[in-house]
């Protein structure tokens, strides 16, 4: 039996970076040796990469917990922690990724859309490695009796959504002969029978013409009065039409078991299209009616005809059995597929696209959000500046007047000023808590002499 999976929740979790080692030279007939205390190693990040390798999200349907490798610690003598090793999980192209909400578990806003083979982006990044004591060195403070801490990394759950690649569409009610086409014209082999919802995943083959020229077709289970709102598959398949960029409407002109209405079955399923996303009520269509070799069908056919000429759109009468008007109809197709590729517009360069969205990710995890709790309590949240909490050592004296410091260089006393923090209220950010009193200046703890970008363009904006 076959499995497809084409919608799937997972839990990602970057690795811990290491601690930072809090260290001083000790050698002989060296009376004064500095600090050399090494940095942690950076955690590993978890990445998602589209591979067009594969066809499903059946790699995530029974194993939901993800985790790259932690960073090392570091040590004295300047040794650096070992950088933690990442996680890459590979998807199929067409895969959407969304972060959920912690609470509800709904989408909160897309991570990235993977569409071009190769392309990247990193889902749950690793924590930072906490920096040895050799980079708190100022003029005034010559022996720095503090590290800082490896940064516990982000766990979330995050959306995976695989949405087809395929040119054409065929969609239509259940048992319209769809199955029966894409076998005609193509090499693939769906399983086909005389019974509703025969195909319960979607089906791809490649179609070529006379002229050479091919398009990929799709061959989506079928849909009944109500998809759009969850009835029958609805849900589960109407999401990879809205990747194809012609839809082929199979009608059955016998009205199947239930003897319906051509007609009323072209116009039932174009309301749910339209029900589903705006769009696809304007999405190019050829009308296609199936089974024309039988009996009594030609004034459906008729109708049929004019009913889709009428909304603009080319109509074929076909036999997925005979093979009838299928030559026409896959000729046909291939020249609006080439249409309509030339229309788009070219694709933005797969690194650009990873860059922005790690530029994204960045630009997301420097945000500052300061709410009130109560009457004298704030609550001050961001990925950076959590991650500054967490690196500091809240039993040493010292690092915590350096993380005060660090405060006051990102602006942090100013933006709660003008939210209305009043002397002596308190500032809660994660687990920890501490009364505003002002923050230390830059005479008395010195220059922060960070590793990589500075606090201040760690907090400024994002130059694109």
Request: with cysteine; net charge negative; proline share 4%.
């Amino acid at each position: 039996m076959e499995t497809f999976t084409d919608l799937c929740h997972i839990n990602v979790k970057g690795g811990d970076g290491g601690a930072g080692c809090m260290s001083f030279r000790r050698e002989a007939y060296v009376p004064k040796g500095g600090p050399d205390g090494g940095d942690g190693g950076d955690g590993g990040d978890v990445i998602i990469e589209a591979d067009p390798q594969l066809s499903s999200l059946i790699d995530f349907r029974y194993k939901h917990h993800f985790r790259a490798e932690r960073g090392t610690h570091g040590e004295g003598a300047r040794r650096y922690g070992r950088d933690g090793r990442d996680l890459v999980l590979r998807v199929p192209l067409g895969t959407v990724v969304r972060e959920l909400d912690a609470t509800t578990q709904t989408p909160a806003y897309e991570i990235a859309d993977l569409t071009q083979p190769g392309e990247r982006v990193v889902v749950a990044p690793g924590g930072v490695g906490g920096r040895g004591n050799i980079h708190f060195v100022t003029p005034i403070r010559r022996a720095p009796a503090f590290a800082e801490k490896g940064e516990p990394a982000l766990e979330h759950w995050i959306e995976l959504e695989m949405k087809l690649m395929a040119d054409a569409a065929l969609v239509g009610m259940p048992s319209v002969g769809k199955s029966s086409i894409i076998a005609r014209i193509s090499a693939a082999r769906p399983k086909i029978a005389d019974y509703p919802f025969t195909t319960l995943v979607p089906n791809l083959g490649v179609a070529r013409a006379s002229d050479g020229r091919s398009f990929v077709a799709a061959d989506v289970p079928g849909l009944i009065e109500g998809a759009s709102e969850g009835r029958g598959l609805g849900h589960q398949f109407l999401r990879h039409i809205e990747r194809t960029a012609l839809i082929l409407h199979v009608v059955d002109l016998t009205g199947g078991y239930e003897g319906r209405d051509a007609v009323e079955d072209y116009r039932t399923i174009n309301a749910e299209l339209a029900a589903y996303a705006e769009d696809l009520a304007s999405r190019p269509q050829i009308v296609v009616g199936n089974k024309c070799d039988m009996p009594d069908t030609e004034d459906q056919a008729r109708r049929l005809r004019e009913a889709a000429e009428a909304d603009g759109h080319q109509y074929f009468s076909v036999s997925a059995v005979t093979g009838k008007g299928l030559d026409a109809l896959v000729a046909m197709t291939a020249t609006r597929v080439a249409e309509l590729r030339s229309e788009l517009p070219a694709a933005d360069p797969r690194q650009d696209r990873t860059e922005r969205w790690e530029r994204d990710r960045r630009t997301r995890d420097r945000e500052i959000t300061i709410t009130r709790e109560e009457r004298h309590a704030w609550r001050v949240s961001g990925g950076a500046i959590e991650r500054m909490v967490v690196q500091t050592d809240w039993d040493n004296d010292e690092a915590v007047a350096f993380l005060q410091h660090r405060f006051e260089r990102i602006g942090l006393d100013e933006r709660l000023e003008k939210a209305g923090l009043e002397t002596g209220d308190e500032v809660r950010i994660l687990g920890f808590a501490f009364d505003y009193e002002g923050a230390p200046s830059e005479d008395a703890y010195g220059a922060d002499n960070d590793r990589g970008d500075s606090v201040i363009e760690e907090f400024g904006e994002d130059d694109d």
